[in-house]
């Protein structure tokens, strides 16, 4: 079941006493009838919503979000504390261990900061590439040498599509400085899903992978002037304007402007940098190339935070 609204309004509505929630214009309608008439169904109505997306955390203190349908829930990178991440999830009104799985996308600190404490409580399939697992391990072995263990590690290739319950999932290479990142698609019940944070530029294949998504998460790292005039010591500020580091306002906005098929009625701005950007900039400049041919209508711009869940996305 789901509900598809290109270029009309959206409605916020708060419907389980919990985090507020973004709903289609269509769907709060159908919902608001269907709580009127039934009360008692809500929570019914609500499972059977179809596919969701929840930012959890996004930026570099850690990074985590949650793609579900309606009968499985998936865990993209673990960056925060286990404990934060439970947290984040019940203020959503979400059961951590209802997650059916954890998809991690590099072994960089603020993609897997909570990973071996959540693998460990959950025991659910942890996915990652072979050469993030070997990067990941080889990162946290302890005193004597000894690497950490994933009771239920499964391994994916760049390029191959596995399923996870209902969700069929794709993930894509990206051009950042770890073992092997990946970007990830995720199909179910008609509804495409796309993340690619965490890439210096966004090649041509990349762009191919994000065509047709309802929900596009995407990186808008910071602004090229807050980067050269700020803090960063300069090696740094190379390595995040390089083509291995991270994506810049300006190369999101060129991306909108160029080869963006607006077909996300949700585009979300993701792992902003908060020494070098800023929400409002980000947003605008998104906007700004969004209206250029014309796809500010039908697409919703919203910012994931470092510091709060983003409310859910429902479609
Ligand atoms: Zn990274
Ligand atoms: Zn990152």
Same mark, same amino acid.
């Given at each position: ?56 955390? $996004? &930026? ?7 793609? @579900?349908?309606?009968?499985?829930? +998936?865990?993209? *990178? !673990? ?78 290739? $760049? &390029? ?7 969700? @069929?999932?794709?993930?894509?290479? +990206?051009?950042? *400085? !770890? ?78 402007? $160029? ?57």
């Amino acid at each position: 079941m789901r509900w598809r609204v290109r270029g009309a309004r959206f409605a916020r509505g708060r419907t389980n006493g919990s985090a507020p929630t973004w709903f289609g214009a269509d769907s709060a309608k159908w919902l608001a009838t269907k709580v009127t008439r039934d009360p008692q169904g809500l929570r019914i109505c609500l499972q059977a919503m179809g596919v969701s997306v929840s930012m959890l955390a $996004s &930026g570099s203190r850690g990074n985590c979000a949650l793609v @579900a349908s309606s009968s499985t829930r +998936i865990l993209v *990178d !673990a960056g925060i504390s286990c404990r934060e991440t439970f947290k984040r999830l019940k203020t959503l009104g979400e059961d951590p261990h209802s997650l059916s799985a954890v998809l991690i996308t590099h072994e960089h600190c603020d993609h897997v900061y909570g990973l071996a404490t959540l693998a460990k409580k959950l025991r659910i399939p942890i996915f990652m590439t072979g050469a993030t697992h070997q990067a990941w391990s080889r990162a946290l072995r302890d005193e004597n040498g000894e690497r950490p263990r994933l009771e239920k590690f499964e391994r994916f290739e $760049s &390029g191959h599509t596995f399923q996870v319950g209902d969700i @069929a999932v794709k993930p894509f290479t +990206i051009p950042h *400085d !770890a073992a092997d990142p990946v970007g990830f698609t995720f199909r179910a019940e008609g509804i495409k899903v796309g993340i690619a944070t965490d890439l210096g530029y966004i090649p041509v294949s990349v762009k191919d992978h994000l065509r047709g998504c309802d929900v596009l998460i995407v990186e808008s790292n910071h602004d090229l002037e807050m980067l050269r005039v700020g803090p960063y010591p300069w090696s740094v500020k190379q390595r995040v304007m390089s083509r291995v580091g991270h994506l810049s306002n300006v190369a999101l906005a060129d991306f909108f402007t $160029s080869d963006y098929d607006n077909s996300a009625t949700f585009v979300v701005l993701a792992h902003l940098s908060e020494q070098n950007n800023h929400p409002e900039i980000a947003r605008r400049e998104a906007e700004r190339a969004l209206a250029t041919r014309g796809g500010l209508f039908m697409n919703r711009v919203l910012l994931a935070s470092q510091t709060e869940a983003l409310e859910p996305i429902r479609l």
